[in-house]
Each structure stands twice: as structure tokens, then as C-alpha cells.
């Protein structure tokens, strides 16, 4: 079965980097695309970005243009999401998501990580 | 950026009500908009795609409409496993959500 396994909770200060690994099975890796999403407390999802593990592709939001760096590891089926120069605005569950579409990307996400918590506090 | 907005932000009703959720793009989209149920500390789970498709294993209770700007999730009977907040999604252009909608016990 499909899964995608996150790394665990994190405490941050301010202007810190944070990195969150995300870890699939049950499928054939580098053919679907891996998206991350946050939601702050109580708040709603928002879109970070997207890569493609064939290869390493990636495509950012603009927002976060130049503080996130999504990477892979093909050995290990693991795909990971640094955010750098935290801000207390960047406390949210960080999710990762699997492309519903195998091969391209479609932007919406069949399959979700569990979570991981990143707090940043000084 | 294309903005997504739900309504109502938070409904309440019982069980067996139809309930209707409503989402507006700021521009058109065609049929490129999904619908997602997210229970408080889980991830959120796919309901329906391209407007809608709804996702094999998907209570058939659950259906969607529209294109263009406007789009409504209608669950035909709600059951208690059905309180949960929903979102809306465009894909479009990458990717972004509505604000969601808490369906709550009236």
C-alpha cells in the first residue's frame, strides 16, 4: 500500500533552517511527482512547491522563491524540504502529497504524509 | 495567483441534511478544481477531482459540480462520519485552496 512517512516534530529559532524528509513506499518512486503543503494553526493549506524524483525537477511557489529547497534520494525513496530563514509565521504542519498522476504532474494529491510539526520560537 | 473562496465558512447541520459547499475562483479554471475532507490532526483525503470525479472509494453521498468560477460539493445525506472540514483546490495553475468549510453537529 501507498505510503508517505514523515520525519518527526521540530523546534526552530527564528532565522533557522528546518529540514523534513518524507519517505515512500508501496509504489514506484520516481514516477510520481511529491508536493509539499503547510497549514498553520488553525488555518488554512497552502502550496509550497513540487518535485520530480526522476530527475529532480522542482517548482516553487513564488512565495517561497529563495527559502525552500526541495531535494531527493533515489536510494532510498526519500524526498526532502528545507525552509530557511524561519520567521514565527512558518509554524504549520508541513504535509508532503503524491501527484495523483503518474508520469506528469496534475497538482492535486491522492496520497498525504502524516504531518510533521515545525514550530519556530525564540 | 488565482484565489479560491469558500462558503459558508463553518455550516451547521445533521444528520440525513443536504449540504451544500460553494467555491469561487478569482478567474476561470475550467473543470481543474478538487475537493479534499480534513479531520482536526489527520491529513487532508481526496473526495473528488476535476470537478466531478469522484475518487474510487468515495461514498457516493458525496458529488460535485460546476465550472468555469463556481463549483458546489453537495453530500446528499450527511452522516456522522462527515463532520470535518472541506476544502477546495485549483489546479489550474499550480496549485491553492479555499479557506474550508467546518461542517459542524446543529
Known amino acids: 500500500q501507498v505510503q508517505l512517512v514523515q520525519s518527526g516534530a521540530e523546534v526552530k529559532k527564528p532565522g533557522a533552517s528546518v529540514m523534513v524528509s518524507c519517505k515512500a513506499s508501496g509504489y514506484s518512486f520516481a514516477t510520481y511527482y511529491i508536493h509539499w503543503v503547510r497549514q498553520a494553526p488553525g488555518q488554512g493549506l497552502e502550496w509550497m512547491g513540487m518535485i520530480n524524483p526522476n530527475g529532480g525537477y522542482t517548482s516553487y511557489a513564488q512565495k517561497f522563491q529563495g527559502r525552500v529547497t526541495m531535494t531527493r534520494d533515489t536510494s532510498t525513496s526519500t524526498v526532502y524540504m528545507e525552509l530557511s530563514s524561519l520567521r514565527s509565521d512558518d509554524t504549520a504542519v508541513y504535509y508532503c502529497a503524491r501527484d495523483a498522476r503518474q508520469l506528469v504532474e496534475v497538482y492535486y494529491f491522492d496520497f498525504w504524509g502524516q504531518g510533521t510539526l515545525v514550530t519556530v520560537s525564540s | 495567483d488565482i484565489q479560491m473562496t469558500q462558503s459558508p465558512s463553518t455550516l451547521s447541520a445533521s444528520v440525513g441534511d443536504r449540504v451544500t459547499i460553494t467555491c469561487r475562483a478569482s478567474q476561470s479554471i475550467s473543470s481543474w478544481l478538487a475537493w479534499y475532507q480534513q479531520k482536526p490532526g489527520k491529513a487532508p483525503k481526496l473526495l473528488i477531482y476535476?470537478?466531478?470525479s469522484l475518487k474510487s472509494g468515495v461514498p457516493s453521498r458525496f458529488s460535485g459540480s460546476g465550472s468555469g468560477t463556481e463549483f458546489t460539493l453537495t453530500i446528499s445525506s450527511l452522516q456522522p462520519d462527515d463532520f470535518a472540514t472541506y476544502y477546495c483546490?485549483?489546479?489550474?495553475?499550480?496549485?491553492?485552496f479555499g479557506q474550508g468549510t467546518k461542517v459542524e453537529i446543529k
Open positions: 476535476k470537478a466531478s
Open positions: 483546490q485549483q489546479y489550474s495553475t499550480h496549485s491553492s
